[in-house]
């Protein structure tokens, strides 16, 4: 079945460790996002890429970073500078820039950082 | 810049009754609207969106939503209630191209038995 999958969906972090959270997806999809869900503070747009080897800064990118080498997968970096990265983080994809989008989004179930 | 508000962070109905989370919203031109559920631990999961034509939008199980232009609304309803609808309803906004979507914070709806 098409989708977007991502793993780890339970991960704990030392402080000063860097995680890296994986995100696939089979949709055939251009644009890719990754959201942090806070509670009480809905989604918020850490880097989002519409294309190959391009990617672009969200509302909160700093201490993450991403990279696109391939239309499938869009890993997401949490690092060290990020001071508060407890989280529930968020993958999706849409067919943004094609004639027929109307901004659907599709979402993997999440992966649940916790730095102890 | 587009926005979207949903002015209540929980709502509580009663299993069978009808139910209403609302939505309103703030775009330049025509607005693509959404709702999206969560379930604890979960992503979310489309349920149904407005592109143009009737007012009133159906989707997944028995959801449905009103469009409102001049009150800039796009409230869901629900005719009868189930235990089962108890989740996170996101609401949001899309003005279309390379646009990002624009989520409220959520609402929890909390049907009670």
């Known amino acids: 079945d098409g989708g977007i999958t991502q793993s780890p969906k339970y991960l704990f972090r030392k402080e000063g460790q860097n995680v890296t959270l994986s995100c696939e997806q089979n949709?055939?999809?251009?644009?890719m996002y990754w959201y942090r869900q806070d509670p009480g503070q809905g989604l918020r747009l850490i880097y989002y890429s519409q294309i190959v080897n391009d990617f672009q800064k969200g509302d909160i990118a700093e201490g993450y970073s991403v990279s696109r080498e391939k239309k499938e997968s869009f890993p997401l970096t949490v690092t060290s500078a990020q001071k508060n990265p407890t989280a529930f983080y968020l993958c999706a994809s849409s067919a943004a820039g094609h004639r027929s989008n109307t901004g659907e989004l599709f979402f993997g179930e999440g992966s649940r950082l916790t730095v102890l | 810049a587009q926005s979207v508000a949903q002015p209540e962070d929980q709502v509580n109905v009663a299993e069978g009754n009808p139910l209403t989370v609302k939505c309103t919203y703030s775009v330049s031109g025509n607005p693509y609207l959404f709702w999206y559920v969560q379930y604890p631990n979960r992503g979310l999961q489309f349920l149904l969106k407005?592109?143009?034509?009737?007012?009133l939008v159906k989707g997944s199980y028995g959801f449905e939503a009103e469009f409102n232009k001049s009150q800039t609304s796009f409230h869901l309803k629900k005719p009868s209630a189930l235990v089962s609808d108890s989740a996170l309803y996101f609401c949001a906004v899309y003005s279309g191209g390379y646009q990002k979507v624009t989520f409220g914070i959520g609402t929890k709806l909390q049907v009670i038995p």
């Open positions: 949709l055939n999809h251009d644009a």
């Open positions: 407005y592109i143009t034509g009737d007012n």
